[in-house]
């Protein structure tokens, strides 16, 4: 089975030359997503506001390859400031539930943004 790109409309557009996800296999791996709506532009403000944008554009990606963050196996989560951890951490467990995902967090120098959020899905073929 070739693998497949997937573009999703209603998550905010690739920061450059790279897919939103590629489907391969039975794995569905996402690119980092930041706090950016559909259009492009930056989502400003607190913390909270900038992870909850970042975690829906990552639902976004997940829904146009068919999946859902239910079906995550491991995240990365990139921080730019560690403080930050608990608030993430709430968010992270409304965003991926009962059966959370295995998951890295890194403090990293991010441009302009306070969080990333990448993930690998499991969806097994019908």
Do not use: W
Not at 67 to 82: F, I, M, Q
């Amino acid at each position: 089975m070739p693998k497949r790109v997937i573009h999703a409309p209603d998550a905010a557009p690739p920061g450059g030359p790279y897919s939103h996800a590629v489907v391969a296999g039975d794995h569905i791996h996402c690119a980092g997503a930041i706090p950016a709506r559909p259009d492009g532009s930056r989502v400003e403000g607190p913390f909270v506001e900038q992870a909850r944008a970042a975690f829906d554009n990552l639902a976004a990606v997940a829904g146009a390859a068919g999946a859902t963050l239910a079906d995550a196996v491991r995240v990365g989560v990139y921080l730019r400031d560690l403080d930050d951890f608990a608030a993430m951490n709430e968010l992270f467990a409304q965003y991926f539930g009962a059966e959370p995902p295995a998951r890295t967090t890194l403090r990293a120098d991010l441009p302009g943004f306070a969080i990333e959020v990448d993930a690998v899905l499991y969806r097994p073929s019908a």
